[in-house]
């Protein structure tokens, strides 16, 4: 079974960074645009960065200038890179191949307020 998997959630202080990993199987990292998604406790999910096969970011509004989304080739792993987070950046973080309905199980990532 085609497996995304996240890791590098965690707790982090208001204006803090962290740094989220999704490791994927080569075929799909080659063949798919790459996305990290979030969900929040009472909310839809909803996408905050995207990366093309030919490494085109797309961010939302919430995140443009916070948020940074990278791909590793060699690795077939995405990343994203979080700064200046904020309460309002709590949420389930998962990784998806665009299009494919591929998604991994999330990562918890927590900025108290």
């Known amino acids: 079974q085609v497996q995304l998997v996240e890791s590098g959630g965690g707790s982090v202080q208001p204006g803090g960074s962290l740094k989220l990993s999704c490791a994927a199987p080569e075929r799909i990292f080659n063949d798919y645009d790459m996305g990290w998604a979030r969900q929040a406790p009472g909310k839809m999910r909803e996408m905050v960065a995207t990366?093309?096969?030919?490494?085109?970011?797309s961010y939302a509004d919430p995140v443009k200038g916070r948020f940074t989304i990278s791909r590793d080739s060699a690795k077939s792993t995405v990343f994203l890179q979080m700064t200046d987070m904020r309460p309002e950046d709590t949420a389930l973080y998962y990784c998806?191949?665009?299009?494919?309905?591929?998604w991994g199980r999330g990562t918890l990532v927590t900025v108290p307020s």
């Open positions: 998806n191949a665009l299009g494919s309905g591929v």
């Open positions: 990366i093309s096969r030919h490494n085109m970011p």
